[in-house]
């Protein structure tokens, strides 16, 4: 059974940081494509990140330069730092799980929540 546990996500003032962490379990991690994604009271859950298998990163313009995903394969994480926080950040942050040759993420985390006050 795959599960994908997030943590580190809180409350924090603009500019300020927070280290969100995704432990997964259930699958062999290091084969699998990983993103971060979000979504904000009212609207749709939006892609922030993704690292591939391959260690290829990619970011959604609004964050990049300011977030950095990450993945340590030997303890199954995806991690994502987030920086230069904007109020506009707030959202509840997913982690998911895809293998390369599939085209949609097969497999989610159940969500934490970021606010960033202004």
């Known amino acids: 059974q795959v599960q994908l546990v997030e943590s580190g996500g809180g409350l924090v003032q603009a500019g300020g940081s927070l280290s969100l962490s995704c432990a997964a379990s259930?699958?062999?991690?290091?084969?699998?494509?990983m993103g971060w994604y979000r979504q904000a009271p009212g609207k749709q859950r939006e892609l922030v990140a993704t690292?591939?298998?391959?260690?290829?990163?990619y970011y959604e313009g609004s964050v990049r330069g300011r977030f950095t995903i990450s993945r340590d394969n030997a303890k199954n994480t995806l991690y994502l730092q987030m920086n230069s926080l904007k109020p506009e950040d707030t959202a509840v942050y997913y982690c998911?799980?895809?293998?390369?040759?599939?085209?949609?993420?097969?497999?989610w985390g159940q969500g934490t929540q970021v606010t960033v006050s202004s």
């Open positions: 259930g699958l062999t991690f290091g084969n699998y494509n």
């Open positions: 998911a799980a895809r293998r390369p040759f599939v085209t949609r993420y097969e497999y």
């Open positions: 690292v591939s298998s391959g260690r290829i990163t």
